[in-house]
Nanobody, 126 residues
Framework: QVQLVESGGGLVQAGGSLRLSCAAS????????MGWFRQAPGKEREFVAA????????YYADSVKGRFTVSRDNAKSTVYLQMNALEPEDTAVYYC???????????????????WGQGTQVTVSS
């Protein structure tokens, strides 16, 4: 089992940047693919980004491609989401998630992931 704790959310103006962190504890972090999802008020949870267990491949939703970057530091058991050029439409609670897989193609839907953090609020003002 792995426990996940997100941090780094906050209020930022449109065009600004934030970096989210997700610290993992428990079993070997490097055995897990990691994903970021978000949920805006009144909307369904949606996929944002994912990274393979070794950081070799990354995947992004079209809406964030070119603006967001996912990375990980297995020595620190932490995954990051660097968010640049933020837009009001990026306002949501952001969740990190872990999937016990060494596949080169981590999932992009919620049920692919067995472990979730509690979420961190990101608010982008116009």
């Amino acid at each position: 089992q792995v426990q996940l704790v997100e941090s780094g959310g906050g209020l930022v103006q449109a065009g600004g940047s934030l970096r989210l962190s997700c610290a993992a504890s428990g079993r070997t972090f490097s055995s897990y693919a990691m994903g970021w999802f978000r949920q805006a008020p009144g909307k369904e949870r949606e996929f944002v980004a994912a990274i393979t267990w070794n950081g070799g491949s990354t995947y992004y939703a079209d809406s964030v491609k070119g603006r967001f970057t996912v990375s990980r530091d297995n020595a620190k058991s932490t995954v990051y989401l660097q968010m640049n050029a933020l837009e009001p439409e990026d306002t949501a609670v952001y969740y990190c998630a872990a999937a016990l897989t060494k596949s080169n193609h981590p999932g992009t839907v919620g049920y692919d992931y067995g472990y979730w953090g509690q979420g961190t609020q990101v608010t982008v003002s116009s």
